[in-house]
């Protein structure tokens, strides 16, 4: 009977050893589950930290006030700085505001000019607004200066020789005049003999134009929707110009090169020929005349 005994103790021993096991497990998956449960936490904390949704309409609006402070032509992707939380909506904005500009009665307009964007008043306008500012308006560029802009802007870059051969007449104080107005700047030196400095046109003279870029250039036949009528008649290098263009390896200046002097001396107008001095005069006297006269 002992032996019958001792077996059911092992049976009850062993029950109790597997209770005490499946014990250990579930408490084991109890405190599993209450650690995994806070992971889900930073998830949600990362959806609730998006941005917020931003409206068309919003977009279209803070697009115009971002127009109006700048001063300058402003391209998209300083928009899209601006703007980041609704930067797909930059571009359709831009269009509805430009529709709505070209509405009739409207004195403003959105031009894309310069690679950016600008409002601007119509050129109806222009006049009544002129005499708001007591500042005189700048002084027109000369034929001279129009014939040299435009010999730039199709050739460039190019050098003060190169442009003066092209025109066949002597253009460095016309070059001094673009230089001071900002339509033209020195991109750098040519890689020839001498490194003469090398001149194109500017963002200055994008807007001044209203071209987009330097691609919107017309063809050379069509030049006067740019620079006139007059300037195209005067202009008469426009073959010459045609197959003037070559590739042109361009030098950069050193960061403490100052070309003041060398531009000084480039773009000195040329002295002007002595006058012959008159021949001298010789004084006569007057003639005697009768006294019964």
Do not use: C
């Not at 870029?213 to 007059?230: A, H, I, T, W, Y």
């Amino acid at each position: 009977m002992a032996p019958e005994a001792g077996s059911s103790q092992g049976e009850e021993g062993t029950v109790a050893e597997t209770e005490t096991a499946a014990s250990s497990e579930d408490e084991t998956e109890a405190v599993t589950t209450e650690v995994s449960e806070p992971t889900e936490a930073p998830g949600d904390s990362v959806e609730a930290a998006a941005p917020p949704a931003i409206s068309a309409d919003e977009v279209r609006a803070s697009v115009e006030a971002l127009l109006y402070a700048s001063a300058d032509p402003l391209p998209v992707g300083a928009m899209k700085k601006a703007l980041r939380e609704g930067k797909e909506l930059i571009v359709p904005a831009l269009q509805s505001l430009r529709e709505s500009y070209e509405e009739p009665g409207r004195g403003l307009q959105l031009i894309e000019v310069a690679g950016g964007w600008q409002i601007t008043t119509r050129p109806e306008y222009h006049e009544r607004v002129a005499r708001l500012f007591s500042s005189p308006r700048p002084a027109r560029l000369s034929i001279q200066a129009l014939e040299t802009l435009a010999v730039i802007a199709y050739r460039q870059p190019a050098t003060v020789p190169e442009i003066i051969e092209l025109r066949g007449v002597r253009s460095a104080g016309v070059v001094r005049t673009l230089l001071e107005r900002k339509l033209i700047k020195i991109l750098g030196r040519k890689k020839v003999v001498g490194h003469p400095l090398l001149y194109g046109t500017t963002k200055e003279f994008l807007v001044r134009f209203g071209l987009k870029n330097l691609k919107e250039l017309p063809q050379l036949r069509d030049m006067s929707e740019v620079f006139g009528d007059e300037v195209a008649q005067h202009l008469e290098v426009l073959e010459t110009l045609e197959h003037a263009k070559e590739v042109v390896e361009i030098e950069p200046l050193g960061d403490d090169e100052t070309v003041d002097a060398e531009v000084a001396a480039e773009t000195e107008p040329a002295p002007a020929a002595p006058e012959a001095e008159p021949p001298a005069e010789t004084e006569s006297e007057p003639p005697v005349r009768d006294e019964a006269e």
